[in-house]
């Protein structure tokens, strides 16, 4: 498993739908408002988070970004590693034409 952190940003209706977007993936562990650097709220999702579940997450966040300034939206991935395998890199590459 990686993790990693995705940041959303634009106004709170696009930070909205892509919260939601990114919950309904299924990967999400949890959703850190931010202002200036400092960490203002922090939710913990779970696996499996469910429509009715996300809609007061999604309300404090986005009554937060609406009266904070500065404000930045992270959200923490998990995602399986995926190996690279080296039969991959003998794959022949288009030549270059010139």
Do not use: H, Y
């Not at 909205?16 to 919950?23: A, E």
């Not at 399986?80 to 010139?98: K, T």
Request: net charge negative.
């Amino acid at each position: 498993m990686e993790t990693f952190w995705q940041k959303l940003e634009g106004t709170t209706d696009q930070i909205l739908g892509q919260l939601k977007k990114v919950v309904d993936e299924g990967n999400a562990r949890r959703v850190v408002v931010k202002q200036r650097g400092r960490t203002v709220a922090e939710f913990p999702l779970t696996a499996g988070v469910i429509g009715a579940v996300l809609a007061p997450v999604a309300a404090a966040i986005g009554a937060l970004s609406a009266l904070l300034a500065d404000c930045s939206i992270e959200v923490e991935k998990v995602v399986d590693a995926i190996p690279v395998s080296e039969a991959d890199d003998d794959e022949p590459r288009a030549a270059a034409r010139g």
